[in-house]
């Protein structure tokens, strides 16, 4: 039987010395759904801090990851693959991600290229899209590479350590629909990651990204700024 892992609260978990603190998913079979589940601050000691899945079939898998708050995870990276994926980590997929928010997630590792946000290794073709991806504190955005050709588009990425993109995806945010801005977050430090009504999350072309399809919180101000500084973040 193919699993529906749907509207679980997943959280505080460990797995020390492997893989998969939140959710562990390896299998054979096609069509598994992971959808509206909270997956916070638990722990891998290799991959997957949040949510992992493995493709044991010799073509992609085929699966789905939707609408799922992943926060606060960490993956160890402690094989040395060169990449960990604190937030979710995908083997062999042909996945199809989407309206997730990925915020707050570390992939760790001997330097800042290990994937804090969203891994995906192997050959493969998933789709990413309408996710926000922010504040990864190590690892970077999303990491993609050893054969895995993702279609990204249509995300929101702020601030992840490491950069937004690497490995073979070190410039995803640069086309396809996709954006780097402030998701303004109602009240990130609280935990809520709900956007406040004026965020750029709910007035995209392609409509609502993330978790939540409506705001939680009414528009926030607009920070001033200058062409200096904006020159000088790049």
């Known amino acids: 039987m193919v699993p529906e892992i749907v509207g679980n609260y997943v959280a505080g978990?460990?797995?020390?010395?492997g893989d998969g603190g939140g959710i562990y998913y390896?299998?054979?079979?096609?069509?598994?759904v992971i959808r509206n589940?909270?997956?916070?601050?638990?722990?891998a000691g290799d991959h997957?801090?949040?949510?992992?899945?493995?493709?044991?079939?010799?073509?992609?898998?085929q699966v789905e990851i939707s609408w799922n708050l992943v926060s606060g995870n960490y993956a160890g990276g402690k094989e040395g693959t060169g990449n960990?994926?604190?937030?979710?980590?995908?083997?062999?997929?042909?996945?199809?991600?989407?309206h997730n928010t990925i915020v707050g997630n570390s992939g760790d590792g001997p330097n800042n290229a290990y994937g804090g946000g969203i891994v995906m290794e192997q050959p493969g073709n998933p789709?990413?899209?309408?996710?926000?991806?922010?504040?990864?504190t190590k690892g970077g955005g999303i990491w993609c590479g050893n054969g895995a050709t993702p279609m990204i588009r249509d995300n929101l990425?702020?601030?992840?350590?490491?950069?937004?993109?690497?490995?073979?995806?070190?410039?995803?945010?640069?086309?396809?629909?996709?954006?780097?801005?402030?998701?303004?977050?109602?009240?990130?430090?609280?935990?809520?990651?709900?956007?406040?009504s004026n965020s750029g999350v709910m007035t995209h072309p392609a409509g609502p990204m993330g978790v939540y399809s409506s705001p939680g919180c009414g528009p926030v101000a607009a920070l001033p700024t200058t062409w200096g500084s904006l020159k000088a973040k790049y």
């Open 37 to 43: 589940n909270t997956v916070v601050n638990n722990r």
């Open 127 to 136: 789709t990413i899209e309408r996710n926000i991806i922010a504040f990864s």
């Open 13 to 17: 978990n460990e797995a020390r010395d």
């Open 84 to 98: 960990s994926g604190g937030g979710i980590w995908l083997w062999q997929t042909q996945a199809w991600v989407h």
């Open 157 to 196: 990425a702020w601030q992840n350590a490491g950069s937004n993109g690497v490995k073979d995806c070190p410039t995803w945010w640069q086309s396809n629909g996709n954006v780097i801005d402030d998701p303004h977050f109602c009240d990130m430090a609280g935990g809520d990651f709900r956007v406040a």
């Open 26 to 32: 390896r299998t054979l079979d096609d069509g598994a």
């Open 48 to 61: 997957g801090g949040g949510i992992y899945v493995w493709n044991n079939n010799v073509g992609a898998l």
